[in-house]
């Protein structure tokens, strides 16, 4: 079968195209903040605020908590020390204005739910602007599948579908909640070229039409790198954040890792050698303290 049609734009019932969020102030506020498990500091002393509309892409080996970061954001992780906000709250499970790409699992084959139900689960718990009728709510869902290209595949069994085709169903359900902030789990794991840029043309889509901050875990930044605002790259209990021009240097990697890493420009792309792989990077050995670290 093939499941592929043009990509639709998201409306938006909700606020006005390019967003009523004041640009001045943070959707994500982090200060002085520490997370370790036990007397393993995954980062500590971060500060970091996502501005609305901004693309921060997060990097950093296996292990170096990244998805804690948006565990905590998400308000499903504590921080050890240090204050988030989200939106000025204190974020709380089950919170609104939070679109979520969780990383990817495969669904279990025998998974029953159409993608269709899996994205009404993104609209239901949020406002989104308008009275939420039977009727808007599957406009809405309808509008979600589209703009991922996923009307073909509406009415499948999520446990039938691809792995590529169950995240671009994901996204959707992102996309739904009408979200301030999308928080993405390596959203492009087992997506083809193709839909790797169908994902972030998206996800870029609806930042800047609708002022939405994004938080993009991703282990390669070439996929992103026209897109990206700023970096924040965590590494052995550290982190750096600053543009992808001054994070991604020989200078400032080799600092952080604590030992000679390797940035090297290739036409359009960044390559970085030598830095520890997963295997030998789980940074289990615990770390130095953040690195100076800019933030603005
Ligand atoms: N609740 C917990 N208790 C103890 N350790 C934990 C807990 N949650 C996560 N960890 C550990 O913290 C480390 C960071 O995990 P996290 O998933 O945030 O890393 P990551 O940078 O996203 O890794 P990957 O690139 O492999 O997805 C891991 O070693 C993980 O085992």
Known sequence: MDRTEAIAPLSRPGRAAGGDADPGRPVVRLRDATLAHGDRVLWRGLDLDVRPGEFLAVLGPNGSGK????????????LTAGSVTVLGRVPRRGGGHIGYVPQQKS????????????????VDGHRWGLPATPRSIRHRVDDALASVGATPFADVPVGRLSGGEQQRVRIAQALAADPRVMLCDEPLLSLDPQYQRTVTDLVDRRRRSAGTAVVFVTHEINPVLGLVDR???????????????EVMTTSALSRLYGTRI??????DRIVVVGAPDAATAHGHEGGPNGEAARDG
């Open 67 to 78: 998805t804690s970061l948006l565990r905590v954001i998400l308000g499903r992780q504590q």
């Open 107 to 122: 669904l279990p084959a025998q998974a029953v739910l159409r993608a269709r139900d899996l994205v009404r689960l993104g």
């Open 231 to 245: 970096v924040l790259y965590l590494a052995r209990g550290g982190f750096r954040t600053g543009t992808a021009d």
């Open 262 to 267: 390797d940035v090297v420009r290739a036409r």
